[in-house]
């Protein structure tokens, strides 16, 4: 039997409320008992009370017997036998418990084990375990029923053990798995699961109409949300209320590696819309406009290696930059592009074999990249996350287009976040692309840089570190000259040999040993009359053209394993959506309209209120002979009626109109034929268009 109860310290209230034996029931007789025992005078047994309202506290031993007997033999009752070494889970399943609790848990477990490492300590100090178990039992407030309970946990138990044993299991046992009826949980769920993105509460109470006219049992709404959120993955509902773009956003993207990369292996361009309004120059004319540049970056260092300004997004001006880089740099062994057709033209990318843009035809002409025998990759549509070269355009956004340079220019990201000073001025195209090269030469050089390959370096030192060990290709004259000019098919002439393009011909002997053939020309669409070099549809190249009349001016398995998995991904979800959304809208439209309640009948109406005889309405006046001429017939009436008054045309007319309102604005009296005369003039629609005359005639000489 314990040697001491769990509550050791007692007010007056609580031994009222406790109804033990040999004390009074009521605490004023407590408190009368307390002060013929002398209890406040005993040291060490009285102390004051903690908490709201004071008071004081007093121990247990200062009961009668009888009391302190049954204190006992209820704590004997209440405490729970220890469990045998044989019931005690294995202690994968207590640390996976231990780890599922929260702080206050561990720390209640962290404090119990201190105190029992303290009672082996004082063993060994020369007391006996009773007597720690004592010492501790009065230094910290608990019983020593307890502290014997916690050696009863890890009794068996590994000591590097005992923390996870030690730890309260009151918060940790499996909570009852929430259920609710299936019929309204599945109503519920096809109507929350929709595109609409209705809130809970809505679709609740639409299932609860239905289930209370159907005779189904409605769970509370607290019971309800809980069950939907055991029984619904994030994904599903990310699916069924904001569609399949959301879902793959919830999916991690991929993580690639471009430390084995060296300087120029690999390249990404794309183009990018700055947010400034620029003057430049385009085929109409100076315009004012926000322009684009496409831009080339190497994947290795991050470094801008060529960019080119346009008034849109074109073939022509991605071909250009290339050429740049190719001839700055050397020609690159991959290329990832965007999907965009500026760059899957055929100029750029012709004779790919995955390009997804345009007609592809047997005779297509090899695009730059194909012929210079680089790799493309095409980036993911609408994946800005697949081209390193964003976050480079996020950077550059932030130091050009929000430049002191372009103060007033700047336009905003989007509509509704537009500067306030938006459009008071327009910067110039020189300006604008000085102030471009200006900061993408900043941005290469700019130190401290955190990416994979930088190590606070800059993207240049990077580069010019790989560059000078790396094997770069160059460009033979040959290869420039198809770089720099743009390549399209025709066919020679079957009878002469000409070559009829974009309203010039073209013409050399050579092309006589290819009549009718089709073949390949590449040009400067800016000086068409130097003519033409032709090639054949090999790429060999035959000969120059003169113009006759000048009359013109990276690693794909990785992306495919992860294409994989993200469509598998996207399945799996569609399917269990499928499973979970078992009603249509239709079905939750018929079950609402089910389940209103019928329209209440129209009362009838048993007393009506009679109109006294003075508050009848009277009968309208008949108008008179006079009343109910037509206006036309009034204004030719007058007019007859005054044999000194000419009326040549709507002037004259007008010109009375006037000297009549003239009259009144004075505040002279009219008679009564010209005041209604006038009051019907003026509604009629010469004096409209008269009037009209009058004012922009007036408006005219006041300029």
Known sequence: ?????????????ELACANLPGLPASKRRIADYIRRTGWDGMTGKVRRRAGRGGGREYHWTLLPPEARARLLAQTVKTTAPAAEPGDRPDRESVWAIFEALGDKAKLTAARRLEILQTVEKLELGGLTREEAVKALSDANAISTRTIWNWFALVKEVRRDDWLAYLAPQHGAAARKPT?????????????????????????????????????????????????????????????????????????????????????????NGDYHRFDVFVRMQTPEGLTVLRPQMVAFQDLASGKILAWRLSYSANSQTVQLCLGDLIEEWGIPEQVLLDNGREFAAKAITGGTKTRFRFKVKEDDVDGILTALGCQVHWATPYSGQSKPIERAFRDLCDRIARHPACEGAYTGNKPDAKPENWGARVVEQEAFEALVAQEIVAHNARPDRRSQVAYNRSFDDVFNESYQTAPIRRVTEEQRRMLLLAATGVTVSKTHGRIQFMGNAYFSEFLHAHLGARVIARFDDRALWNGLHIYDLSGRYLGHAECQEAVGFFDV?????????RKTFARATRDMLKAQRQLSAAELAERATASLPPPPEKPERQVVQMVPPGNRMA???????????????????????????????????FAEARMLEARQARGEALTEDQARWLRAYQTHPDYRAQKMIADQSRSRGER
């Open 1 to 13: 039997m314990t040697d001491q109860p769990d509550h050791l310290w007692w007010s007056a209230a």
């Open 179 to 267: 259920t609710v009826d299936p019929e309204f949980g599945q109503h519920l769920k096809s109507d929350y699961l929709r595109s609409g993105q209705p809130s809970f509460r809505s679709s609740y109470d639409r299932a609860k109409d239905w289930a209370t006219t159907a005779g189904v049992e409605v769970p509370p709404l607290h019971t309800a949300r809980r069950w939907y959120q055991a029984t619904t993955s994030k994904a599903v509902e990310t699916l069924a209320r904001k569609g399949a773009d959301a879902l793959k956003a919830l999916y991690p993207p991929q993580i690639r590696d471009r430390s084995d990369l060296h300087a120029l292996q690999a390249i």
């Open 557 to 565: 398995h990785g992306a495919k394993t992860i294409q994989r998995a």
């Open 619 to 653: 009968k309208p006046k008949p108008r008179t002979a006079e009343e109910e001429r037509p206006i036309e017939e009034i204004v030719t009436s007058i007019g007859a009626r005054r044999p000194e008054r000419r009326v040549a045309d709507e002037r004259e007319l």
